[in-house]
């Protein structure tokens, strides 16, 4: 064998190509960046959500919660003669309704009787005998507001009264059916007020309301008695010159019957215009709350309620009362 020098043993030694780079490094590098793409891809998704919902819903921090304004209720309280005027008053702590909550209006509208009523003229005077068959048929009335309550009222609504009226040179005429469910009255003259009956407060002069009650001012109360031992009655108050309503001088000559129904009673009577110092014509106008009291405390004079057919009825205030109209 021939021996070779170290340089003639491979001719190729040095020049031999490089080995390549491991596989699993340039894998690597690609996870890598398909990762970091997709997390933009992300954050951009997340951005655009948040845009979208920060757009559609309410700052409720800054949203305005509309309170609704409670009316202010009364209490009224016991005055003289025919008592109840209202004065004291309490304050119902409002409420809030949530933006989007607020129900549908459910409210149905009180028919509101008229504060203007009409007495017609008669051409056939009625017997005053507590029964309407003799009555023409004259437009009926109805005293619906509450005006006061003591403080034994339990709140029940068990009185009615509807009402109409007519006259003649003579009298006022009046026709009164009272709903009931349970009849108390247990007073005679000044007093008839404390339990179940009707009264009117009339103004003769609308003129002359500024200063309160005068003497031209006056209230006839009328009683049906207790259908027992206690008859039918009426009484006369009028106004004085100092604002105040007192026993009438010369008391009263009212002719009125009443009569007991399955459901209450009735009252007629006939008011001479005497007692009003008043003279009837056409056309004349009158001021006139009609009343009716309710006393549902057997045996007791209280009187617990009245409803008349003007809601600002008060005592002493004619200025509230309605006007009667004398056709």
Partial sequence: ???????????????EPPEPEEK??????????????????????????????SNSTPDVSTTPIAVPTLPVTGTPTTGAAAGNNPTATSVIAPTVTLPGNVPPATTVPTPVPPVQVVSSRLNTTPAIDGSLADWPALTTYRSAFTVFTADSWDGSDDVEATWRLGWDDSNLYIAVEVTDNLHVQTQVGNQIWRGDGVDLQLDTNRSNDASGLNLDNFQINLSPGNFSDIPPSAFRFQGT???NILDAPGGHHVTLAAQKTATGYIIEAAIPWSDLNFTPSVGAVLGLALNVNDNDQAGQAVQEMMKSHVSTRTLTRPSGWGTMVLQ
């Fill in 1 to 15: 064998m021939t021996n070779r020098s170290p340089s003639q043993e491979d001719p190729w030694e040095g020049l």
């Fill in 24 to 53: 699993s490094g340039r894998t690597t590098i690609l996870i890598v960046g398909v990762l970091a793409a997709a997390l933009c891809v992300v954050g951009v998704v997340l951005i655009g959500v948040y845009l979208l919902l």
């Fill in 241 to 243: 010159t100092d604002g």
